[in-house]
């Protein structure tokens, strides 16, 4: 199965080290936990200020990655999942150049020749599953979506997606939809049951549970 993972956000911190940089060119401070919605720019006095210091390399190059993110997309590949990495460098090469380096840094056994893809429209890549954090999930033609938490998305809007809140859930989510699909379509499931796990869960209006375990 093909897993489409957005970068900002759900692999890398943005949010933090951009609020980081904004309060250096403005004086204004603020908690990325009360940004709660997706439009950032409400939340600040200077929003001028705030997109002109996103336009930069080293922004993307400096982020840190969501706590466990490059060893969970690591132990996906290694399962046997197609992982590709889809994310909207704004048309900006110096923020395209910015992610690149960031994911060779950190998620080196990514090719980024073949898995990673520089889109606004993303559903020009097809995928089984998709994870993102923000509003393109209500467009997206995945057959399984899956929201990673954030402040910004815990809104009604978002309630009708099963949610992640750390890749330790994104692994688990991952399994159970690996296993619901080689039950409908009788194919072997891309993802090695994990040991212990149980799963009661709504998922896209049907009602699954499994024990799980090797």
Partial sequence: MRVKIDMDGVLADLTTE?????????????????????????FVKYPDKLKRVLHS???????????????????LCNRGWDVVIVSDAQGDEGIMGGKLAWLKAHMPFIDVSKQVVFTANKNLVQADVIIDDGPFLHNATEKYKVVYDQPHNRG???????????????????????????????????????RDISVNEDLYGTYYSYKMSN
Wanted: aromatic fraction near 14%; hydrophobic fraction near 35%; proline fraction near 7%.
């Fill in 18 to 42: 951009w609020l980081k940089n904004y309060y250096s060119v403005s004086g204004e401070s603020i908690d990325p936990e009360l940004i709660t919605d997706w439009d950032i720019y409400s």
């Fill in 156 to 194: 009604d809007a978002y309630g009708v997606y099963p949610r992640a809140y750390s890749w330790r859930g994104v692994l688990t989510r991952l399994s159970v939809i690996g296993m619901v699909d080689a039950m409908e379509t009788g194919l072997t499931p891309y993802d090695a049951p994990i």
């Fill in 57 to 75: 390399r080293e922004l993307f190059e400096r982020l840190d990655p969501i706590e466990d993110a490059p060893t969970s997309v690591h132990t």
